[in-house]
């Protein structure tokens, strides 16, 4: 995310003296709670209606709202631990091409510890 | 994110074959499985231990890895319907803002509805 | 559930002196941790092969097992908050079914506020 | 639970024609998404505060019911993969029995593994 949206975040957490509430147990349950809205969208879709979500007024304004609230909870989290979302998917992701060799995982969902 | 790690995960995913498992209803799940790992590392934690949970080097990888692993399936998300996470974060910022004014929001973890 | 069952669950906390971590914000949050598990189960497969999951004996296990530890996760909490699972379980399905009348809800998979 | 609770269930379902949704992979999104509701009402508070979470007419409403939510879904989940929820706890808990032993695991949320 870029430092101008982080700073807009921590000034609106700071305008309305959140801090407080944000310890990282209180917004891992956040993060939790905002992506239980997001399941909440795609439960009842089959596969392909889900790749469509964005195609229906109704749907499309709900969705693109949680996953902002998703972002926001998420970024705030990193922020709190002081970490860098950047950095972690990045480190993440690293040990995610070691884990799944492309030969090994090509077109399977399975777990590196069982591939 | 950067263009640059949104690239690098496009073609972790292309080399392993693996857009034919994420279609958003997949993915949507595939976020709250990693959040549910993330809640795991802080369900027994009191508030002030949750502050400290980076500097104990046994939970710290575990739950970098986890922040990694949410990141990477909100981008992976975001990615497949077309939008951008900075861009939905932004915008939802934008709505918080308006919902949670200042002078009412202050100090309270009070719904917007509510307020 | 049995009440032959809770007090087996009950004695199972108390000889182990868990009490102590399972205050329902707690006991919230590994419901959810483990919902995330079960999740995991089922992220990757087709709405058909979800059907089968307890036909295949590598994943039937792991299934078995997370069913059960949301299932001992809420009978926790319900019984930390001092109520029944079948009590919360019976009164919820009376007010779905005052929300969700036959004539207007039936074969849609819509949110009662929007029927 | 009850025999007669579930068969109230069935019929709930059966008389709206939902079981076409309800097939075990939508029932598991469906269960994370009323778990999310449930944390949502839990996030903000500390633990003390969760305690008297239903001393207080407006928390109390929606925990119920969240709660029941939850039920519901996990029973709905049980019932179309043909298990018992009463069964697959009590297998559970006497696996966790014999992982827990009471003197390495008393007074210390570990995990079995880590024990």
New interface residues.
Partial sequence: ??DQ?LA??RQ?VN????E??H????L????????????????????????D??RHEETSKR???E??????C??K??D????S??E??????A???AR?P?DR???R?TKYSDL
């Fill in positions: 995310m870029s949206l807009r975040l609106f305008d309305r003296d959140w407080q509430f310890d990282p147990k209180n891992s349950m956040a993060l939790a709670a905002e992506v239980g809205e997001l399941l909440a969208c795609f439960r009842w879709l089959t596969p392909p209606e889900s790749e979500i964005l969705v693109l709202e996953l902002g609230d998703v972002a926001i998420l970024m989290l990193c709190r631990l002081g970490v979302i950047e972690v998917a990045s480190e993440k992701l040990l995610n091409e799944y492309v995982a090509r077109g969902a």
